[in-house]
């Protein structure tokens, strides 16, 4: 089965800063990666996939994450950081074939920026 | 345009006092997902449904039923609450296959 580890439990960065959420995974065949941010009391929100092609994908807000097939990463990335990105952040893969196709998330990393 | 919609937002039960969650999604898509999600777990799938009339466990299916009763609804049964149950859930529909999955608000769900 498909997975995904989210290392860490919470970053910490300051308002102005570059910001990482790691995210590796482990799949047999192509990985199809995705992640979603959560506010406070709200759902999962998309913020951007890799399917195929660039290594380097953009997303919503101004976040973009890496695909790294020999780490076996998709680190979250943003270059300058907002208060208002404090969140928590879910990275995912697709799990399955054929029209049986499931998200599998990871356990999720709590961004706070602080001012 | 609501997009997904859950029903209700709380719900306080006493244990082996059952419920029904609600879950309805304008978007015609084809599959939708009952997630639920506990501190330091992440999201974990209870079940899910490819299509209308289709179902299948995920995860964590124990407890749960799950009815798609039509393309619009899937709605998720607890039959014998139990504390262990205590938990958010979301619902979560998705069209296509690798295109975003959209998300409810979620189900706040305690079991005493």
Known sequence: ?115 | NAGVTQTPKFQVLKTGQSMTLQCAQDMNHNSMYWYRQDPGMGLRLIYYSASEGTTDKGEVPNGYNVSRLNKREFSLRLESAAPSQTSVYFCATEGRVNTEAFFGQGTRLTVV
Do not use: M
Not at chain 1, 21 to 33: M, Q, R
Not at chain 1, 57 to 75: I, L, R
């Open chain 1, 1 to 115: 089965a498909q997975s995904v580890a989210q290392p860490e439990d919470q970053v910490n960065v300051a308002e102005g800063n570059p910001l990482t959420v790691k995210c590796t995974y482990s799949v047999s065949g192509n990985p199809y990666l995705f992640w979603y941010v959560q506010y406070p009391n709200r759902g999962l929100q998309f913020l951007l996939k890799y399917i195929t092609g660039d290594n380097l994908v953009k997303g919503s807000y101004g976040f973009e994450a890496e695909f790294n097939k020999s780490q076996t990463s998709f680190h979250l990335k943003k270059p300058s950081a907002l208060v208002s990105d404090s969140a928590l952040y879910f990275c995912a893969v697709r799990d399955g074939v054929g029209s049986f196709q499931k998200l599998v998330f990871g356990t999720g990393t709590r961004l706070l920026v602080s001012p």
